[in-house]
T-cell receptor, first 115, second 113 residues
Framework: EAQVTQNPRYLITVTGKKLTVTCSQN?????MSWYRQDPGLGLRQIYY???????DKGDVPEGYKVSRKEKRNFPLILESPSPNQTSLYFC??????????????FGSGTRLTVV | AQSVTQPDIHITVSEGASLELRCNYS??????LFWYVQSPGQGLQLLLK??????LVQGIKGFEAEFKRSQSSFNLRKPSVHWSDAAEYFC???????????FGRGTSLIVHP
């Protein structure tokens, strides 16, 4: 079964304590992306990756880091979390090409609270 | 730059009534257009997408959407809403080859029994 797996689903942490949210996909997709979802703002892209070792900033990259050392994994790193990073985070992947294969598959989300 | 507007933050309908959720986009070329649904506590699920050809697109769960270039719109419709359709709906636009789809802010659908 095609899956995008995020962990953890829920996380409460304190300001400044480094954390990592993992994302793993089993579809051999090249493209992966992280979004945050906030009420009234929809989904905003944080970072995306076109392939292994290729990453780029999205619309709201400040305070986040990513890495793409292998195709299946795309972790999101918060080196020093702050309360304004409290949000619902989604990882998404996309198959190569256009047409019928175009469209992201989303993970189930990670709800992060920074106190 | 591409953008998506969903003018309605909330929509309330009665079960069995018809539904139309509005989406307007701004993009210079022919866009790729999508509708996603997010049930409470879940990730986003693709309902349907438009790339080219027939402007009336059929999706899953009985939904359809019509692309109207002259109005820059891609409205989502369903003839008879079920209580299980209560969710958040997102319209998105993406350029072919782009890895950055732009999402609207979402419309929350409330279904009354």
């Amino acid at each position: 079964e095609a899956q995008v797996t995020q962990n953890p689903r829920y996380l409460i942490t304190v300001t400044g304590k480094k954390l990592t949210v993992t994302c793993s996909q089993n579809m051999n997709h090249e493209y992966m992306s992280w979004y945050r979802q906030d009420p009234g703002l929809g989904l905003r892209q944080i970072y995306y990756s076109m392939n292994v070792e290729v990453t780029d900033k999205g619309d709201v990259p400040e305070g986040y880091k990513v890495s793409r050392k292998e195709k299946r994994n795309f972790p999101l790193i918060l080196e020093s979390p702050s309360p304004n990073q409290t949000s619902l985070y989604f990882c998404a992947t996309r198959g190569k090409g256009t047409g019928v294969n175009y469209g992201y598959t989303f993970g189930s989300g990670t709800r992060l609270t920074v106190v | 730059a591409q953008s998506v507007t969903q003018p309605d933050i909330h929509i309330t309908v009665s079960e069995g009534a018809s539904l139309e959720l509005r989406c307007n986009y701004s993009y210079g070329a022919t866009p790729y257009l999508f509708w996603y649904v997010q049930s409470p506590g879940q990730g986003l699920q693709l309902l349907l997408k438009y790339f080219s050809g027939d402007t009336l697109v059929q999706g899953i769960k009985g939904f359809e959407a019509e692309f109207k270039r002259s109005q820059s719109s891609f409205n989502l419709r369903k003839p008879s809403v079920h209580w299980s359709d209560a969710a958040e709906y997102f319209c998105a636009v993406g350029r072919g080859g782009s890895y950055i789809p732009t999402f609207g802010r979402g419309t929350s659908l409330i279904v009354h029994p």
